[in-house]
């Protein structure tokens, strides 16, 4: 099996070498990251400056690519040079939850995102928790998912997305098959004054996670387990589309 590894957090970030780690059991594994961490960059492409790619060795003997990219130029830049059409695509791991509706803010989503649009098999995996010590139980699903993936391939235009809850191993409830959750944000802006007197603005936000109806990825988590959703790359909202056809869009004026 030839992977890609990627992720949001950059090169140096160890989630990303637990993930490495793990999947060479299953052949070989190249890394293409970005330099720096690129967190919440969503799906954004670089369109308007130069793409540099270099080799980068770690101090612990591993090498890996990076760019100077965000986590969707990376793929990029893996499936259609560095790597080639790879048999999978692997996003992580990720310090910090991917769950909800903020999976378009993240880097670390969008990067399997985008492999799903070049037909390759992909799937991202977080920790759901800002400060992570073991990425050993993540590792372990990574690697099981793959296997899996292996076997039974993904249907066309679908993704996994993966969160593990920060426990150890014998503490993880299960897996959970999931649905995307709700999780909205309460004061999402806060302003201040800098040390000149001109305001600024800092983006923050209480989670309000709420626990609706059905098996979703916030209430998997919440209660332990880990989290695989599928997600699909069409967004649309066919319930919509009937009454939407009946407004009145085409009157002139
Ligand atoms: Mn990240």
Known sequence: MKVLATNDDGIYADGLW?????????????????????????????????????????????????????????????????????????????????????????????????????????FSISITSDEVEDFGPAAEVA???????????????????????????EKVAGIA???????RYQSRLEKRLDPRGKEYYWLKGDLEDALDAGDTDVK???????SVTPIHLDLTDYGFIDALKGWDLFRSR
């Not at 967190?39 to 100077?68: D, F, M, Q």
């Not at 296997?147 to 150890?168: A, M, R, S, W, Y």
């Not at 988590?221 to 880990?226: I, K």
Request: hydrophobic letters at 40%; charged letters at 20%.
């Open 18 to 122: 637990a993930l490495r780690d793990a999947l060479s059991a299953l052949g070989e594994v190249i890394v293409v990251a970005p330099d720096r961490p690129r967190s919440a960059s969503g799906h954004a492409i670089t369109l308007h400056k130069p793409l540099r790619v270099r080799e980068v060795s770690l101090t612990n003997g591993e090498w890996g690519y990076c760019t100077n990219g965000t986590p969707s130029d990376c793929v990029v830049l893996g499936i259609v040079d560095i790597v080639g059409k790879p048999d999978l695509v692997v996003s992580g791991i990720n310090v910090g939850a991917n769950l909800g509706e903020d999976l378009t803010y993240s880097g670390t989503v969008c990067a399997a995102m985008e492999a799903a649009l070049f037909e390759v098999p992909a």
């Open 143 to 169: 690697l099981r998912l793959a296997e899996e993936i292996g076997k039974h391939g993904l249907p066309p235009d679908t993704f996994l997305n993966v969160n593990v809850p920060p426990l150890p191993r």
């Open 177 to 183: 098959v999931t649905t995307q959750g709700r999780r």
């Open 220 to 226: 998997a988590v919440a209660r332990g387990f880990v």
